[in-house]
Nanobody, 115 residues
Framework: QVQLVESGGGLVQPGASLRLSCSASGSVFSFYTMGWYRQAPGKQRELVASINGGGSTNYADSVKGRFTISRDNAKKMVYLQMNSLKPEDTAVYYC?????????WGHGTQVTVSS
């Protein structure tokens, strides 16, 4: 079992930055691929970025060059640094832990980008 708690969301203006954090507890953290997903109103949940236990990363095209995912296995934390935020980045952001066919989700944190 893995429990995930996100934090760091908020309301910011276009062009601003935010850093999301996800705290994990439970099973061996380093075995899991960690990801950040987002879901905007009326849209499907989509992958934003992921990072495996070895540190290899993957990003959605829409956030490449603006967002950076990182993890600290010792602290059981995963982060999403979001720069140059756009209104279209507005969504609920969810932390995910995945290993084989097992997947865990946090409850999400709201990010709103608006002037």
């Amino acid at each position: 079992q893995v429990q995930l708690v996100e934090s760091g969301g908020g309301l910011v203006q276009p062009g601003a930055s935010l850093r999301l954090s996800c705290s994990a507890s439970g099973s061996v953290f380093s075995f899991y691929t960690m990801g950040w997903y987002r879901q905007a109103p009326g849209k499907q949940r989509e992958l934003v970025a992921s990072i495996n236990g070895g540190g290899s990363t993957n990003y959605a095209d829409s956030v490449k060059g603006r967002f950076t995912i990182s993890r600290d296995n010792a602290k059981k934390m995963v982060y999403l640094q979001m720069n140059s935020l756009k209104p279209e980045d507005t969504a609920v952001y969810y932390c995910n832990a995945r290993r084989a066919s097992t997947s865990y989700w946090g409850h999400g944190t709201q990010v709103t980008v608006s002037s």
